[in-house]
């Protein structure tokens, strides 16, 4: 590695050279100037690593050069120095864009420490950079994180709709990221300019969720004070994506049946068709086929959605991908934090034995969980929710298990608090963690639900997409 090169823009001479004689000691490479004006077409020629500007110049002073310097070369490093006392002006240097500061009278110990910190940085955020590509290059495609056979299909396929506008159906169990496949569908076609409006049709109850859809006209319901351009409207040229449209309400299924093969809607109160040319994208974690069996999703509906399937493995079914996406999401956390984060081989074990039925949404909360309680670089636990995941066999109740030494009355109240846990985490899975919905949905006051949520030790954050 080549010896790093500093410049020191100081007015002093005897300054100038205490600094240039630390850091030559210190292993660096120095050249001196005196002014902000000799320093420009010194930098220019972009031979630095790193500027030392004192503040305080004659003519030009250092904030300025400063600045006029991260014009050209953002990715400069640069240290200032001011005088005892002057933090304003080395918060001002910082936002500027400077990545450390000195006070003097700078001891020898301080601008090495300094020095060494600011060259530590950049190396760890070049090495993140590094790595980042690496796996971008090898089994990244637009956000989507995979090396498993049918990843990479999924990957293949993704490019074949870019040229197409035919509706897709994506299906997946919660937390495999079906958003991300959504969205790296609109961005890979030559709709890509246009909008991409997502919603969600779960979250929304079905009188909102249809005038959040189509839109409405001035005066259309009590309240409608003004306009309301629809999500739908709001898509056009681009691509509406149709989130959870498993739970979408049958009313609304025939409008939008009715939407897809007209290519027109109108809003709510409106008397005037409006033409539509937007790809459908939708999603759900149901079980479509059983949907339709119970008459609670239309048939024609389910075909014109369906005509290009994808369906997204469980991470259960692609552990391979595991240690990638853990890289991932280590790299994301380095990048924000400034640190290098690595993973135990312990820690990584227990990450391959789980079975993981929160999917990748899981791994991501896991994993910054762990960063929390592990505070240091090296993460050498996991944690993982209490939250009871499984899946009980068709026709059963989830826990029948009953205890014949309580008297009835004490078994009544011990099966109404799993009943109430169960149900309660159905519909906060349901919404996303959003408790206002939980709660006016179920019938009971957010207080109420926040009183529950605590009982149970239900986290809403673990409900997130």
């Not at 300054?15 to 240039?20: G, K, L, N, P």
């Not at 298990?401 to 349901?430: C, G, H, N, V, W």
């Amino acid at each position: 590695m080549e010896t790093p090169k500093i410049l020191i823009v100081e007015d002093e001479i005897n300054s100038s050279i205490v600094f240039s004689r630390i850091l030559e000691k210190g292993g660096y490479t120095v050249d001196c100037v005196y002014s902000a004006e000799e320093a420009v077409p010194m930098i220019s020629k972009g031979d630095y690593d790193l500027l030392m500007i004192d503040v305080v110049l004659p003519g030009m002073d250092g904030l300025t050069l400063l600045k006029k310097v991260k014009k050209t070369d953002p990715d400069i490093l640069t240290v200032v120095v001011t005088a005892y006392g002057s933090i304003n002006l080395a918060v001002k240097a910082v936002q500027a864009g400077a990545n450390d500061f000195l006070e003097k009278p700078v001891v020898p110990e301080k601008i090495l420490h300094v020095m060494n910190k600011v060259f530590e940085a950049k190396r760890l955020r070049d090495e993140v950079a590094t790595l980042r590509s690496n796996l971008s290059q090898r089994y990244r495609f637009a956000n989507i994180i995979g090396k498993h056979r049918k990843m990479r299909q999924i990957f293949q396929l993704i490019g074949s709709l870019a040229d197409t506008i035919s509706p897709v159906m994506i299906t997946g169990e919660t937390g495999t990221g079906k958003d991300l496949v959504a969205r790296a569908i609109h961005y890979q076609s030559r709709r890509k300019d246009k909008p991409f409006i997502a919603i969600n049709c779960a979250a929304l109850p079905e009188n909102l969720l249809e005038s959040e859809l189509f839109g409405y006209e001035r005066g259309a319901f009590t309240g409608a004070n003004k306009q309301k351009i629809g999500k739908i409207e709001q898509a056009e040229g681009g691509t509406l994506f149709l989130d959870e449209i498993g739970d979408t309400p049958m009313g609304i299924q025939a409008k939008l049946l009715r939407a897809v093969q007209t290519k027109k809607i109108e809003r709510l109160g409106g008397s005037h068709p409006i033409s539509l040319d937007i790809r459908i994208i939708a999603a759900t974690n149901k079980n479509l086929s059983h949907e339709i069996a119970e008459k609670r999703f239309r048939m024609d509906f389910f075909y014109r959605l369906n005509v290009v399937p994808i369906t997204i493995p469980p991470l259960r079914e692609r552990m391979e991908d595991l240690p990638l996406l853990v890289d991932h999401f280590l790299e994301k956390q380095s990048l924000e934090r400034n640190v290098a984060l690595k993973i135990s081989e312990k820690a990584m074990s227990r990450l391959m034995a789980h079975p993981w039925p929160g999917n990748i949404r899981e791994l991501e909360n896991v994993l910054e969980r762990a960063m929390i309680f592990n505070r240091g670089a090296v993460i050498e636990d996991v944690l993982f929710s209490d939250l009871k995941m499984e899946t009980p066999a068709p026709g059963k109740p989830a826990d029948l298990t009953i205890d014949t030494d309580l008297p009835l009355s004490a078994l009544r109240e011990s099966f109404l608090s799993r009943l109430e846990k169960e149900y309660l985490t159905q519909l906060l899975e349901k919404f996303q963690g959003s408790i206002k919905n939980t709660a006016a949905h179920a019938g009971i006051d957010v207080r109420t639900v926040r009183r529950k949520m605590k009982e149970f030790k239900l986290d809403k954050w673990d409900f997130k997409v």
